[in-house]
């Protein structure tokens, strides 16, 4: 198992020509933390990476702000039960998108070439002007425009679905 590392983030947004602003700075373990840093977008962007029980069916669900995810809710979008929808652990993590916790980003799709991850967007990220993600690391954000988050996961080869979390 190797983990995706920054370099490989930039690279990746470099070669797809998909422009980007990057802010440094000290290290975000949680949303808290994210939320008392000093960034030029104040939209808070959530990652969750879930499972399907039992399988190999991963997801990459991005969501706007302080959010809470309702799996209720989540689960028959999904055409799921409640049940069958929970949180993927840290060696899934790790094995899939090459990522630890806190470090959760769509810039590790890249990292899962056999397709499992299916990106699950939350319909109010279309009304956000720049979403800042990690770059595999979580000592910096990057910017990107809605359009061009849907390039980074088209890029990856990735399918992707818009949710309602409301």
């Given at each position: 198992m190797?983990?995706?590392t920054y370099?490989?983030?930039i690279d ?10 990057e802010v ?9 933390e ?9 939209v808070?962007i959530?990652n969750?990476f ?5 399988t ?7 969501v706007?702000g302080?959010k ?11 055409q799921?039960s409640r049940s ?8 899934d993590?790790?094995d899939?998108l090459?990522?630890k ?14 397709n499992?991850?299916?990106v699950?967007?939350d ?18 954000t990057?910017?990107v ?6 390039k980074?996961i088209?890029c ?9 979390l409301?």
């Open positions: 190797t983990l995706s370099e490989e983030a990746f947004l470099q070669q797809n020509d998909i422009p980007y602003n440094k700075h000290e290290a975000v373990w949680t949303m808290a994210a939320n008392q840093l000093d960034l030029p977008n104040d808070v959530k969750l879930l499972k399907k029980r039992k190999n069916e991963f997801f990459l669900c991005i706007v302080q809470k995810v309702d799996f209720k809710t989540l689960a028959p979008q999904l799921l069958k929808l929970g949180f993927a652990n840290e060696i993590l790790a899939v090459g990522l916790p806190g470090f959760v980003t769509p810039l590790g799709l890249p990292h899962d070439e056999q499992q991850v299916t699950l967007l319909k109010e990220l279309q009304k956000v002007d720049s979403i800042g993600i990690h770059p595999n690391s979580n000592t910096a990057v910017f425009t809605y359009e061009d988050l849907l980074i088209k990856s080869h990735h399918q992707m679905m818009i949710v309602d409301d």
